[in-house]
Nanobody, 118 residues
Framework: VQLVESGGGLVQPGGSLRLSCAAS????????MSWVRQAPGKGLEWVSD????????NYVNFVKGRFNISRSNAKSTLYLQLNSLGQEDPALCYC????????????WGQGAQVTVST
């Protein structure tokens, strides 16, 4: 099993990024997938998740309306579109496979860094 994030970078306040997570080694469509972040000096924080068939999505309150999770099961790839980025958003963002659909993560990527700065 492998999860590889990409798309992180430096943006100005108000800017956007699109993170990708390429999955391999398992049947991607069978799993809820999540984005989890770790802001500087803080612990892990769940951001969003999506059901295996793409039919259900969930977001933490502070990203609702700004971030959008999506997936392509044909490409075994999870995405996170981050819009209106602000000073509260810098973090290392991980994609994670949810073993049960109840935030029990058993596989993690290496993380993609999101930096917001003028």
């Amino acid at each position: 099993v492998q999860l590889v994030e990409s798309g992180g970078g430096l943006v100005q306040p108000g800017g956007s990024l699109r993170l990708s997570c390429a999955a391999s080694g398992f049947t991607f469509s069978s799993y809820y997938m999540s984005w989890v972040r770790q802001a500087p000096g803080k612990g892990l924080e769940w951001v969003s998740d999506m059901a295996g068939d793409g039919g259900r999505t969930n977001y933490v309150n502070f990203v609702k309306g700004r971030f959008n999770i999506s997936r392509s099961n044909a490409k075994s790839t999870l995405y996170l579109q981050l819009n209106s980025l602000g000073q509260e958003d810098p973090a290392l963002c991980y994609c994670a496979r949810d073993q049960t659909g109840w935030s029990k993560y058993d596989e993690w990527g290496q993380g993609a860094q999101v930096t917001v700065s003028t």
